[in-house]
């Protein structure tokens, strides 16, 4: 896609970035982000970078978010990667309780989340070793609860990859 951040595309009008945050809103939020923080500035969120686990992976992020999630006193993170801007509001009671994973149209979503802080030390643990990096191969042994949210009909969880996903979810909304 050119190598730009996703979550700053635009479809309607607005950054990526904006429709997920309208979608959590009031709920506090940070960015995973590494480089750079200041092309985020203009959501007023911290942004997190992966710290010791740069190149590790999405897992590294959640990392870095439950270490967020925890130092601000939440027993839970919500995660949605930044290139999903039709999540529906109120997910992260949706997904409650933790640890939930979202899934539509026969599809898991496990980086659309919400984590327990608890499982931070068995993260960090499973970081440091060597080894494949998949969410789902973390996550869903140790006890993920899969949402089918199948009765909305469309794929809300549906990542924009591709210049395609961009130009179709751009005619969609206008």
């Given at each position: 896609?050119?190598?730009?951040?996703?979550?700053?595309?635009?479809?309607?009008?607005?950054?990526?970035?904006?429709?997920?945050?309208?979608?959590?809103?009031?709920?506090?939020?940070?960015?995973?982000?590494?480089?750079?923080?200041?092309?985020?500035?203009?959501?007023?969120?911290?942004?997190?970078?992966?710290?010791?686990?740069v190149g590790e992976g999405p897992l590294a992020g959640v990392l870095a978010g439950l270490?967020?999630?925890?130092?601000?006193?939440?027993?839970?993170?919500?995660t949605v990667p930044g290139d999903t801007p039709f999540i529906p509001g109120a997910l992260a009671?949706?997904?409650?309780?933790?640890?939930?994973?979202?899934?539509?149209?026969?599809?898991?979503?496990?980086?659309?989340?919400?984590?327990?802080?608890?499982?931070?030390?068995?993260?960090?643990?499973?970081?440091?070793?060597?080894?494949?990096?998949?969410?789902?191969?973390?996550?869903?042994?140790?006890?993920?609860?899969?949402?089918?949210?199948?009765?909305?009909?469309?794929?809300?969880?549906?990542?924009?990859?591709?210049?395609?996903?961009?130009?179709?979810?751009?005619?969609?909304?206008?």
């Open positions: 896609m050119g190598g730009g951040d996703k979550p700053l595309l635009t479809v309607g009008g607005k950054p990526l970035l904006a429709h997920i945050l309208a979608a959590l809103h009031p709920l506090p939020v940070a960015i995973s982000a590494n480089g750079d923080p200041a092309r985020f500035a203009a959501f007023s969120c911290p942004v997190l970078d992966d710290g010791a686990f270490d967020w999630a925890a130092a601000n006193g939440h027993a839970t993170l919500l009671a949706a997904l409650a309780p933790a640890p939930a994973c979202a899934a539509s149209l026969g599809r898991t979503h496990p980086l659309v989340a919400l984590w327990p802080v608890s499982w931070r030390a068995d993260l960090r643990a499973w970081l440091s070793r060597p080894g494949p990096r998949s969410v789902a191969g973390f996550a869903l042994p140790r006890g993920m609860r899969i949402v089918d949210f199948r009765m909305c009909g469309d794929d809300l969880f549906r990542n924009l990859n591709t210049p395609d996903d961009v130009a179709a979810a751009r005619r969609g909304v206008g």
